[in-house]
């Protein structure tokens, strides 16, 4: 039995560069439930910020369409972090900036 991989699942997986503006914004509202440190094994399973650059380029192009994904929906953060949380609402420039950042990197990633 053959097994054909594209040569960006095998290619190995470009450091994740996030500019510094979105880096403030995920520092303050997304690490703390997708890290290593964060609560919610669902959130980790989904997401981990922390292992971005460990994924291949595949599963990395993968990760940031789901990011622009749920942020076009606006399913990020839950409407239950957002009731006890208040704070932790994106604002609608918080939300644009990471959906453009996640979603050029998903197109630059699956080239």
Excluded at 23 to 28: D, G, H, W
Excluded at 79 to 91: C, I, S
Aim: hydrophobic share 45%; charged share 30%.
């Amino acid at each position: 039995m053959a097994i054909l991989l594209s040569a960006s699942a095998l290619a190995p997986a470009p450091k994740v560069k996030i500019p510094k503006k979105a880096n403030a914004v995920i520092e303050a509202k997304c690490y703390g439930c997708h890290s290593a440190e964060g609560r919610s094994d669902k959130a980790k399973a989904a997401l981990r910020w922390d292992q971005l650059d460990s994924l291949s380029t595949d599963l990395q192009a993968d990760k940031f369409a789901a990011i622009e994904k749920v942020l076009e929906e606006g399913s990020m953060p839950p409407a239950r972090m957002v009731e006890r949380n208040p704070d932790m609402k994106l604002t609608d420039a918080e939300t644009a900036l990471l959906a453009k950042w996640a979603g050029n990197m998903s197109k630059k990633l699956s080239r």
